[in-house]
Protein backbone atom coordinates (compact mmCIF):
# COMPACT_ATOMS: atom_id res chain seq x y z
CA UNK A 1 0.00 0.00 0.00
CA UNK A 2 1.49 3.44 -1.04
CA UNK A 3 2.16 5.74 1.89
CA UNK A 4 -1.00 8.00 0.02
CA UNK A 5 -3.54 5.17 0.33
CA UNK A 6 -1.56 4.13 4.11
CA UNK A 7 -3.11 8.11 4.53
CA UNK A 8 -6.53 7.96 3.51
CA UNK A 9 -7.33 4.54 5.27
CA UNK A 10 -6.54 5.85 7.97
CA UNK A 11 -8.64 8.63 7.58
CA UNK A 12 -11.78 7.11 6.51
CA UNK A 13 -11.30 4.35 9.53
CA UNK A 14 -11.08 7.58 11.85
CA UNK A 15 -14.09 9.00 10.53
CA UNK A 16 -16.08 5.42 10.84
CA UNK A 17 -14.66 5.11 14.46
CA UNK A 18 -16.15 8.80 15.56
CA UNK A 19 -19.47 7.18 14.15
CA UNK A 20 -19.32 4.67 16.01
CA UNK A 21 -18.23 5.88 19.11
CA UNK A 22 -20.87 8.97 18.67
CA UNK A 23 -23.65 6.27 18.90
CA UNK A 24 -22.83 4.86 21.81
CA UNK A 25 -23.98 7.63 24.17
CA UNK A 26 -27.11 7.67 22.26
CA UNK A 27 -27.94 4.28 22.55
CA UNK A 28 -26.87 4.32 25.83
CA UNK A 29 -29.66 6.49 26.86
CA UNK A 30 -32.28 4.94 24.91
CA UNK A 31 -31.36 1.55 26.58
CA UNK A 32 -31.65 3.12 29.97
CA UNK A 33 -34.63 4.46 29.35
CA UNK A 34 -36.70 1.66 27.89
CA UNK A 35 -34.74 -0.63 30.57
CA UNK A 36 -33.07 -2.65 28.22
CA UNK A 37 -30.49 -3.86 29.93
CA UNK A 38 -29.37 -6.63 27.87
CA UNK A 39 -29.17 -4.26 24.70
CA UNK A 40 -27.18 -1.39 27.39
CA UNK A 41 -24.66 -3.50 28.87
CA UNK A 42 -23.55 -5.33 25.54
CA UNK A 43 -22.44 -1.55 24.80
CA UNK A 44 -20.04 -2.09 27.32
CA UNK A 45 -16.85 -3.88 27.23
CA UNK A 46 -17.14 -7.79 28.09
CA UNK A 47 -14.54 -7.44 31.57
CA UNK A 48 -15.63 -3.94 32.44
CA UNK A 49 -15.31 -3.57 36.09
CA UNK A 50 -18.17 -3.05 37.77
CA UNK A 51 -16.91 -2.95 41.46
CA UNK A 52 -13.54 -3.87 43.30
CA UNK A 53 -14.96 -7.56 43.86
CA UNK A 54 -17.03 -7.68 40.28
CA UNK A 55 -16.61 -7.76 36.79
CA UNK A 56 -18.51 -8.46 32.96
CA UNK A 57 -21.61 -7.72 31.83
CA UNK A 58 -23.68 -9.81 33.68
CA UNK A 59 -22.78 -8.00 36.83
CA UNK A 60 -23.11 -4.69 35.27
CA UNK A 61 -26.87 -6.21 34.17
CA UNK A 62 -27.43 -6.52 37.94
CA UNK A 63 -26.30 -3.45 39.22
CA UNK A 64 -28.28 -1.13 36.48
CA UNK A 65 -31.38 -3.49 36.97
CA UNK A 66 -31.05 -2.60 41.06
CA UNK A 67 -30.50 1.02 40.80
CA UNK A 68 -33.48 1.55 38.36
CA UNK A 69 -36.01 -0.57 39.99
CA UNK A 70 -35.87 1.64 43.04
CA UNK A 71 -38.65 4.39 43.35
CA UNK A 72 -37.84 5.99 39.57
CA UNK A 73 -40.52 5.28 37.49
CA UNK A 74 -39.18 6.88 34.09
CA UNK A 75 -36.73 8.79 32.60
CA UNK A 76 -35.47 10.34 29.28
CA UNK A 77 -31.98 11.20 28.91
CA UNK A 78 -31.12 14.05 26.40
CA UNK A 79 -27.57 13.87 25.21
CA UNK A 80 -26.03 16.92 23.81
CA UNK A 81 -22.72 17.56 23.12
CA UNK A 82 -20.16 15.14 22.33
CA UNK A 83 -16.14 15.96 21.73
CA UNK A 84 -13.86 12.54 21.62
CA UNK A 85 -10.04 12.54 21.56
CA UNK A 86 -8.14 9.11 20.43
CA UNK A 87 -5.18 7.70 22.23
CA UNK A 88 -4.21 5.47 19.80
CA UNK A 89 -6.54 3.53 16.77
CA UNK A 90 -8.24 1.38 19.18
CA UNK A 91 -8.54 3.63 21.86
CA UNK A 92 -10.21 7.24 22.35
CA UNK A 93 -11.60 9.11 25.15
CA UNK A 94 -14.92 11.61 25.35
CA UNK A 95 -16.96 13.85 26.78
CA UNK A 96 -20.75 13.99 26.71
CA UNK A 97 -23.45 16.23 28.21
CA UNK A 98 -26.59 14.52 29.46
CA UNK A 99 -29.90 16.51 29.93
CA UNK A 100 -32.60 14.45 32.07
CA UNK A 101 -35.98 14.26 33.00
CA UNK A 102 -36.49 11.37 35.87
CA UNK A 103 -40.10 10.48 37.48
CA UNK A 104 -40.55 9.61 40.95
CA UNK A 105 -43.88 9.25 42.33
CA UNK A 106 -43.47 12.31 44.50
CA UNK A 107 -41.87 14.77 42.15
CA UNK A 108 -40.55 15.65 38.70
CA UNK A 109 -37.22 15.99 38.71
CA UNK A 110 -34.38 17.21 36.59
CA UNK A 111 -30.85 16.70 36.01
CA UNK A 112 -27.77 17.82 34.43
CA UNK A 113 -24.16 16.25 34.18
CA UNK A 114 -21.87 14.83 31.74
CA UNK A 115 -19.75 11.57 31.44
CA UNK A 116 -16.27 11.29 31.01
CA UNK A 117 -15.78 8.36 28.74
CA UNK A 118 -13.06 5.82 27.35
CA UNK A 119 -13.72 3.64 24.94
CA UNK A 120 -11.90 0.91 23.34
CA UNK A 121 -12.09 -0.85 19.79
CA UNK A 122 -12.36 -4.70 20.03
CA UNK A 123 -12.85 -6.84 16.60
CA UNK A 124 -13.56 -3.94 15.04
CA UNK A 125 -16.33 -2.82 17.06
CA UNK A 126 -16.34 -0.04 19.72
CA UNK A 127 -17.72 -0.50 23.11
CA UNK A 128 -17.71 1.51 26.51
CA UNK A 129 -14.35 0.86 28.74
CA UNK A 130 -14.96 3.13 31.69
CA UNK A 131 -17.68 6.05 31.71
CA UNK A 132 -17.27 8.62 34.80
CA UNK A 133 -20.76 10.05 35.67
CA UNK A 134 -19.97 13.96 37.23
CA UNK A 135 -23.17 15.70 38.14
CA UNK A 136 -23.85 19.20 38.20
CA UNK A 137 -27.31 19.01 40.11
CA UNK A 138 -30.36 16.88 40.42
CA UNK A 139 -33.08 18.88 41.74
CA UNK A 140 -37.22 19.17 42.01
CA UNK A 141 -38.75 20.77 38.39
CA UNK A 142 -40.28 23.23 40.79
CA UNK A 143 -37.45 23.47 43.05
CA UNK A 144 -33.94 24.68 41.41
CA UNK A 145 -31.28 23.97 43.53
CA UNK A 146 -30.32 27.62 44.35
CA UNK A 147 -27.57 28.09 47.38
CA UNK A 148 -25.90 25.17 49.30
CA UNK A 149 -22.53 25.37 47.49
CA UNK A 150 -21.35 22.67 45.54
CA UNK A 151 -23.79 20.37 46.75
CA UNK A 152 -26.74 20.31 44.38
CA UNK A 153 -27.95 16.45 44.15
CA UNK A 154 -31.04 17.10 45.86
CA UNK A 155 -32.87 13.74 45.53
CA UNK A 156 -36.05 13.70 47.68
CA UNK A 157 -35.64 11.76 50.64
CA UNK A 158 -31.73 11.98 50.52
CA UNK A 159 -29.19 14.18 51.69
CA UNK A 160 -27.55 16.79 49.58
CA UNK A 161 -24.52 15.36 47.81
CA UNK A 162 -22.21 17.20 45.31
CA UNK A 163 -21.32 15.68 42.21
CA UNK A 164 -18.07 16.45 40.68
CA UNK A 165 -19.26 18.58 37.97
CA UNK A 166 -16.79 21.00 37.58
CA UNK A 167 -13.82 19.20 40.11
CA UNK A 168 -12.67 17.37 37.14
CA UNK A 169 -11.65 20.45 35.53
CA UNK A 170 -8.25 22.89 36.66
CA UNK A 171 -9.72 25.53 35.35
CA UNK A 172 -12.66 26.13 37.47
CA UNK A 173 -10.45 26.05 40.48
CA UNK A 174 -8.58 28.71 38.92
CA UNK A 175 -11.78 30.69 37.73
CA UNK A 176 -12.05 31.19 41.45
CA UNK A 177 -8.65 31.25 42.79
CA UNK A 178 -8.94 34.84 43.40
CA UNK A 179 -6.08 35.53 40.62
CA UNK A 180 -6.71 37.18 37.23
CA UNK A 181 -5.35 35.23 35.09
CA UNK A 182 -6.62 37.27 32.26
CA UNK A 183 -3.11 38.78 31.65
CA UNK A 184 -1.32 35.44 31.10
CA UNK A 185 -0.42 34.45 27.76
CA UNK A 186 -2.87 32.15 25.79
CA UNK A 187 -2.05 28.61 25.78
CA UNK A 188 -0.96 27.34 22.28
CA UNK A 189 -4.50 24.98 20.52
CA UNK A 190 -4.68 21.90 21.73
CA UNK A 191 -3.23 19.19 19.05
CA UNK A 192 -5.80 17.55 17.08
CA UNK A 193 -7.67 15.06 18.87
CA UNK A 194 -6.27 15.77 22.30
CA UNK A 195 -8.90 18.99 23.45
CA UNK A 196 -10.34 16.87 26.62
CA UNK A 197 -6.68 15.96 27.79
CA UNK A 198 -6.12 19.72 27.10
CA UNK A 199 -8.99 20.88 28.87
CA UNK A 200 -8.09 19.14 32.03
CA UNK A 201 -4.53 19.38 32.18
CA UNK A 202 -3.21 16.11 31.66
CA UNK A 203 -5.70 14.74 35.10
CA UNK A 204 -6.00 11.55 36.06
CA UNK A 205 -9.55 9.98 35.59
CA UNK A 206 -11.52 11.85 38.82
CA UNK A 207 -12.58 9.42 41.72
CA UNK A 208 -16.65 10.34 41.75
CA UNK A 209 -18.11 9.22 44.81
CA UNK A 210 -22.51 9.59 44.33
CA UNK A 211 -24.88 7.37 46.43
CA UNK A 212 -27.38 5.92 44.17
CA UNK A 213 -29.14 3.73 46.91
CA UNK A 214 -33.19 4.45 46.09
CA UNK A 215 -34.38 7.40 48.08
CA UNK A 216 -36.08 6.71 51.16
CA UNK A 217 -40.43 6.79 50.71
Not at 71 to 93: C, K, R, W
Request: charged share 30%.
Amino acid sequence: MSEEMQRLYERVDRLESLDQIRQLPAKYALCVDMRDFDSLVNLFTEDYRVSKTESGRAALKKWYANVLRGSLIGSAHGINGHVIDFESPDLATGLVYSRNDLEHPNVWMHEIMCYLDRYERRDGIWYFQRRTPLYWFQCDALNPPIGGGEAKLRWEGMEWQTGGFHSAFPTWAEFWDGVDHSEEPVRPPAPLFRFINELRRGAGNPKVRIDTSAPKE
